[in-house]
Structure formats: C-alpha cells, structure tokens
C-alpha cells in the first residue's frame, strides 16, 4: 500500500496548491525592493532602480545572489542583486572586452578580412595593438577605424551569444584563417563554447560582455609608428581619458619580449600547450627561459659595475609590485655582482614592516602592508646611514605567522661595498630623500609580459602575480586563497599609489615573467581556487581565475622537477637554493 506520512499540523497551518508564479522580486537592500515578471533581465532591474540608487558609475553587469551575471541575464526567481559598475576590476574587464570586441568588429567591416592583435596593456589605461595580416595603419586609416566604431556605439547595436560545438567554432576560425584560436581550442574541456555576434561577425571572448554597444562611448585610438594604442578609461577615473605619458623603456621591454616570442614559436597559449605535450621541445623553452633571465640579470650587474666605477654607484635600490620575484632577482644580482668583481650585501626592505599592530589600515579596514607607512622608514635610514659609514647594525627580521620584526643578525658594510635593497618601496622617492642620484641605481622588477590567451584575449600580467602570490602565502604565511584574494584590492591600491607612477624613472628594467610559468602554477593554484567558499565575494575572482586557467595545459609532476633550484619562480613554488642565501662578505658578521 502507498506509503502515508502522518505529522502534526497546528489548526492554523494552511496549505493549498499555488499557481505558476508571474512575477519575482529583485532585493537591491531592505529598503529597496523591486518587482518584475518572470524573465526581466538584470539589466532592466538595475535600470529601473537607477534612478533612486543613483550609481556613481555606468552599470557594466550586476551580481545576482553572489553571482557575476551580464546585464541581459533573465532572473527567474527572487533574488539579491547589486550593480557591476565602471569603476570596479570586474566592471572594467567588462567594459575593455566588449570595446575590443567593438574594434576587431569595425577594423572587419571597414578592412575586410583584416586581423588585429591586443599585445599588451600600456600606462593610463590602453591596450597596445597591432595589425597582423598588412602594414600598420596610416593616421588617416586609424582615424576611419574610430569613426566606424563611433557609428556603431551611436547605433547601440546588439552584442548576443549562444552556444556552438567545438567543430563549428574550428570551422569558423579556421575559415578566417585565425590559427591562435583554432590552436587553444585544442585545449578546451567541454564539448561547446559560447559565441558572441557582434553586426554579423562571431567571436570568443572568456568573459563577460555588455548586451549592446552604446554605453561603449569613452575610448580613443592613438596611432604610433608599428601599431596603435585603443585608449580606454581608467576604473579610478571611469568618465575621462588622461594622456598617455611616455613609457618608452617599458616599450623597449614588451618590443624585446615579443621578438623573443616570436623567434621561439611562441606566440599564444595554444603554442605553449602544444609544447607541453612535447617533452624534449618543453625542456629546451624551459632553459632558454631561464638562460635569458640570467643574461639579463648580467646584464644589469655590468651596467651596475660600470657606474660604480665611473660615478661612484654604491646602492642599488630594487622595486616592483608584489609577487614580482624581486628577492629572488636581488639574491641572483648579487650573485652576478660578484661576478663582476663587486661585493654585495643584501637587504630585504619587507623585513622593515612595522609590528602588525602598527600596520596602517586602508579604506576598507584590512591591514595595508603596501602602504610606504608600513615600512619602519626611521630604522631603515638610520641603518642605510650607519652600513654606508662602515657602522655595525642589527638587522631585523619580519615574523609574517606572528605578525612582529625580530632582531635577525649584525652586519657591517666594508669599504666600496654595495649595498643593495629590494622592496616595494625602492623608486619611491620619498624612501631616501637625501641620497645622491648618482650613488643610486634604481632597478625596476615585475612580470611585464605574458602570453596572451589567443589575439584578442589577454592574459593580465596582473593575474599571474595574483596567482604566483596566492600560492606563495599559502605555502610560507599559512594564508588561505580567500585571505589572499580578499587582501588583494589594497595591494594594487598601493601599487598604482607607490610604484606605477616611477616606473620610468629607473635605470634598468627587469621582466620576471617566464613563458611556461602559468603551465607550472596551474596545478598548485587550482585547488587552493577551489576551495573559496561560493557564498563570499571572493568566489567571483576565484571563479574567474580557475575559468581561464582552463584554457593553460598544466604541466606534468615530473615536469615541475626541470625548474632549476635557482629559477625565480622557485621564490613562489617552493624549493629555491637561494631561499636562506645571503652573500657573504668582509667585515659581515653571522650569528
């Protein structure tokens, strides 16, 4: 016989059976409360609400119950929904895809069958592009190509999607004869993909997108000799364009990059996993890799020399942003220093933090360690003095489980020994005022360059250093990925505050990035990512990081074994050689 469930009910429980329902409600607060039909759109529930909640940016898409959604998602029950807006990292990616999309689209209709490359982000907010498949474009060209887009924003016209198999999509690109997608597609994981249609054209794109073009109305195209720049506003000033200031040595560096990529046979992801698979091939990238990074660092330690003997150089001040492998680079300088006949002696500006207690805090609350006040600036100096005069000092060691700088070890400089300094802070000006210039040599570390994912999709130099980070804390400072993740936004406040702004102003340039590394940190990283909790903000960026991780072919266990002892991204992964080195010279004294 069926079986029967028999509860108590209380007399004044009623229950009946209810139709369908209409309509559902869209919570922006308690004070806020809007109601809709079945199937209206993120996007016309945040228009809707504009006018009470007057938003201090354009809405790029929203986020439904702890969701990134694009604003022409259709909300099919009750929900908690806030804005996405300009002036926010995922806003911004958002607004600067759908603006390539709009570019490619354009540079298509006026030169059909013309293929344009986004290499890399330059300073002010601009992506650095080039056109592969015929010569540059003339002034008069590019001043077309912005008209058009112009046109196509006026018209607001629909960007929809929908869903294709992996054949289609290979058929497509194939057809366009755009082999660097057609090459990652190799790597994808499921059996379709999303497309998007922009007037026609077709594209993938590995993130979100605005519903139309209209709200793309701030943008500019700068022409330069080899290419042109797509300008595109700043998520700090989200209504303006500021010039772009001069970055020729940064030019030099992505310019020199390139053209290693280009000689190597690696222009894209889908290079790189093709490699992957090869194992002789893999080996030798591996070491070409980290052969130049030593013969850049030498590099330097020369030019050091030259103006040690010819100037007088006796500290060399290394800075750039965070997980830029700047105490790996200092250890390895130093080592080349020696090489050159001169004696280093080392210190680490981080092992200058105040106590934690003393650490300032930043606009949300959270411990701001990027801040110049962080650092414990009247002992540095006074050290700086004292080792510069031939004085003995104590050094200090920064504890980062206990949060406290204990006393480490004495240490004298002896005569025209160099002294060099790694940290954040080193082309800050305001770190050592008084210094002659040309006592100085000012070295700027950071992964400046990067694979991008195919040529319209990059990958931010920013990620990989939020990756390299979250797999380092959670290897020595016992921080999990959402501790990293949730500190993350007050680190790059710092960096856009403390470092950006000088990086011109150094002497030499050093780009940490290595062409397999994303390969080599996928398998660490991935389940550090996976376990963010889904109901926390940091799920998003969590998510979004694991999304293009996808996209990277990781490498094998015994392949992580071929990363030298001494490579620099040993400093994130573990097993560096030079993890307890410290050069040691005349007059230092060891505990």
Not at 149 to 177: G, N, Q, Y
Not at 276 to 304: D, S, T, Y
Not at 552 to 578: K, Q
Request: hydrophobic share 40%.
């Amino acid at each position: 016989m069926p079986y029967s469930l028999r509860i108590n009910i209380m007399p004044s429980t009623q229950i009946s059976k209810s139709q369908a329902r209409t309509h559902i409600r869209a919570t922006f607060s308690p004070e806020h409360i809007l109601e809709g039909a079945v199937g209206t759109t993120a996007g016309e529930f945040l228009e809707a609400a504009d006018g009470d909640l007057e938003y201090a940016a354009p809405i790029m898409g929203a986020i439904i119950d702890g969701q990134l959604r694009e604003l022409d998602y259709p909300i099919k029950r009750d929900v908690n929904i806030a804005p996405v807006l300009l002036d926010t990292s995922d806003g911004g990616r958002i607004y600067r895809r759908s603006l390539v999309f709009l570019m490619v689209t354009a540079a298509d209709k006026v030169w059909p069958g013309t293929q344009i490359s986004v290499r890399y982000a330059v300073p002010d907010g601009g992506f650095y592009c080039t056109r592969l498949n015929a010569p540059p474009f003339n002034p008069q060209d590019l001043g077309r190509l912005e008209a058009h887009m112009r046109e196509i924003v006026s018209a607001d016209a629909p960007i929809t999607k929908r869903e294709a198999s992996l054949e289609e999509i290979r058929a497509l690109f194939a057809a366009r004869d755009e082999q660097d997608k057609v090459r990652l597609l190799e790597q994808r994981e499921r059996p379709s993909l999303m497309l998007y249609e922009l007037l026609g054209r077709e594209d993938t794109y590995y993130g979100y997108m605005l519903p139309s073009t209209g709200a793309l109305k701030h943008f500019r195209l700068i022409w330069t000799p080899t290419g042109f720049i797509l300008q595109y506003p700043r998520k700090d000033a989200p209504g303006i364009l500021r010039p772009i200031r001069a970055y020729d040595k940064l030019g030099r560096v992505f310019s020199q990059a390139d053209e290693w990529l280009l000689r190597m046979g690696i222009e894209d992801v889908g290079r790189l996993n093709r490699l992957v698979g090869e194992e002789k091939r893999l080996n030798e990238i591996m070491l070409v890799a980290e052969a130049l990074h030593e013969q850049n660092i030498a590099n330097i330690a020369g030019e050091i020399e030259r103006r040690h003997q010819s100037e007088g150089t006796r500290l060399v001040l290394i800075a750039g942003p965070s997980s830029s492998g700047k105490t790996t680079f200092s250890k390895r300088l130093a080592i080349q220093l020696l090489a050159h006949g001169l004696r280093p002696f080392t210190l680490e500006l981080d092992n200058y933090f105040v106590d934690r207690k003393f650490t300032p805090l930043d606009e949300d609350g959270n411990y701001n360690f990027e801040a110049l006040e962080a650092i414990n600036l009247s002992l540095f100096n006074q050290h700086l003095q004292a080792l510069t005069a031939g004085e003995e000092v104590i050094l200090p060691r920064f504890d980062f489980l206990t949060g406290q700088s204990v006393p480490d070890r004495a240490a004298r400089l002896s005569e025209n020994q160099i002294l060099v300094v790694e940290g954040i802070h080193g082309l800050n000006p305001n770190l050592v005022p008084d210094v002659k210039r040309n006592v100085i040599h000012r070295v700027y570390v950071s992964a400046l360059t990067q694979l991008n994912i195919d040529n319209h999709n990059r990958v931010p130099t920013t990620d990989v250093r939020l990756l390299r980070r979250i797999v380092r804390d959670a290897r020595t400072r016992g921080y999990t990925a959402t501790d990293t993740l949730e500190r993350w936004s007050s680190v790059r406040r710092g960096e856009r505050r403390n470092i950006f702004p000088y990086q011109e102003n150094a002497d030499s340039m050093f780009d940490s990035a290595l062409v397999y590394e994303l390969a080599a940190l996928r398998p660490m990283v991935e389940s550090l990512l996976l376990q963010v909790k889904r109901d926390i903000p940091a799920h998003i960026e969590a998510k979004r990081l694991l999304s293009f991780l996808t996209w990277v072919r990781p490498l094998a266990p015994h392949h992580l074994g071929l990363i030298p002892d001494t490579s620099l991204l040993r400093e994130f992964i573990g097993g560096s050689i030079l993890k307890d080195y410290h050069p040691t010279s005349p007059g230092e004294k060891l505990d």
